[in-house]
């Protein structure tokens, strides 16, 4: 019953920070789990936190927003590589993109800065779970993502949510796909 409650929350805030920042032309794209569940339609699984990509130049304005909607920063990562908040026990986490001269969409800051994500990442229609809509990351570059991360990022190992994950996200490409 908790963690229905956890997720009913979570999708409350979602709802709230995608309103307030399409009011403000701050674009952003759920990623990880959430991404996954829009994608899909349903909730599938607990989620720790939201995790959302933004445009670094939107930054200012972003944390702006969520100050006014009552999120607190947390401190983490380099601030030109992700913000992070937290708001009723909330976690939020918006990663920071920027692109290069290629036009592809980079790590913004960090010790990566510049490295490009995989090609198609913001290029899906949004998601949705019942009647609230969310611009998604592609499901197949979240596959990619979740697969690579660990190589990537040596620190960052592999886990069994990712697998599980990409087992879902497999299963309804290849049912759309035959559909």
């Known amino acids: 019953m908790r963690d229905q409650e956890r997720a009913r929350r979570q999708l409350a805030l979602v709802a709230e920070v995608l309103e307030a920042a399409r009011e403000a032309c701050v674009p952003l794209w759920l990623r990880g789990g959430w991404a996954m569940d829009f ?38 990562p380099p601030a030109d590589l992700q913000l992070d908040f937290v708001k009723d026990g909330l976690d939020s986490s918006f990663t920071l993109i920027d692109r290069d001269a290629r036009g592809r969409v980079t790590v913004a800051g960090g010790p990566w800065a510049g490295t490009p994500w995989p090609d198609g990442l913001l290029g899906t229609e949004p998601g949705r779970i019942g009647a609230l809509r969310a611009p998604i990351v592609d499901p197949r570059v979240q596959i990619e993502i979740k697969r690579m991360m660990p190589v990537w990022d040596p620190s960052r190992p592999r886990r069994a949510k990712d ?10 490409l290849r049912t759309r796909t035959a559909g």
Not at 166 to 171: H, V
Request: aromatic share 8%; proline share 6%; hydrophobic share 50%.
């Open 39 to 76: 994608f899909l339609g349903g909730i599938t699984r607990d989620h720790g936190d939201i995790d959302w990509f933004a445009w670094a130049r939107d930054a200012p304005a972003l944390a702006e927003i969520l100050a006014r909607l009552g999120h607190t920063p947390v401190p983490g």
């Open 163 to 172: 697998a599980e994950d990409i087992a879902r996200l497999e299963a309804a």
